[in-house]
């Protein structure tokens, strides 16, 4: 069991440039999660998906867009990277929604120029 | 004011020492309680969920109280193994769903 892989493990941007965020689960969670992460601000929710299908948009949704591809793979797609995205982002899933533990990738550390 | 808040840190305790981490939280709609931690540049790991009556694993022990919406994590008999970053959340359902602290930083030295 891989549980939740992330790809890639690093990317540079220049402003204006656009990337996808792969995400993928092995675990049959139903409930799939981007967070960002920055310095003394803790993880912030961007979008989650609680089922296959659904996508809703959660704290800090702006500039970002979302796949639920099928159960297993969630995507994050930055359109026009901005240097406010340079952050570490972070996949979860969850099985039973957002009050269950969530498991979390290794995260993908993005730096836009 | 944050919807989770945390102790700022960092706490720099001896081995073998008790410490104690304090969280609140202000959406009383909050439903499940966790503390994660998180080690330098990895992603975090679920430590221990906290319930009403309170609990134990091992060294670790979390305390909720509902009514002052607070939540706390002790840890005794500290072990290097322990510096991390520790992590309290609120989650629940409908439009409010998981909201992470900042997190605090613990250091424990030999």
């Known amino acids: 069991n891989a549980g939740v892989t992330q790809t890639p493990k690093f990317q540079v941007l220049k402003t204006g440039q656009s990337m996808t965020l792969q995400c993928a689960q092995d675990?049959?969670?139903?409930?799939m999660y981007w967070y960002r992460q920055d310095p003394g601000m803790g993880l912030r929710l961007i979008y989650y998906?609680?089922?296959?299908?659904?996508?809703d948009k959660g704290e800090v949704p702006n500039g970002y867009n979302v796949s639920r591809l099928n159960k297993r793979e969630f995507s994050l797609r930055l359109e026009s990277a901005a240097p406010s995205q340079t952050s570490v982002y972070f996949c979860a899933s969850s099985d039973r929604g957002s009050t269950d533990t969530q498991y979390f990738g290794p995260g993908t550390r993005l730096t836009v120029l | 004011r944050k919807e989770v808040e945390q102790d700022p840190g960092p706490f720099n305790v001896p081995e073998g020492a008790t410490v104690a981490f304090n969280c609140t939280y202000s959406n009383s709609a909050s439903q499940s309680f966790f503390w994660y931690r998180q080690d330098c540049r990895k992603e975090p790991k679920l430590l221990m969920s906290v319930y009403s009556s309170g609990n134990e694993d091992g060294r670790f022990t979390a305390q909720l109280n509902r009514a002052s919406q607070y939540i706390s994590l002790l840890i005794r008999d500290s072990k290097l193994s322990d510096s991390a970053t520790y992590l309290c959340v609120a989650s629940g359902t409908g439009g409010f769903k998981t909201i992470f602290g900042a997190g605090t930083r613990l250091f424990v030295k030999a």
């Open positions: 998906s609680a089922s296959e299908g659904t996508t």
């Open positions: 675990m049959n969670h139903n409930s």
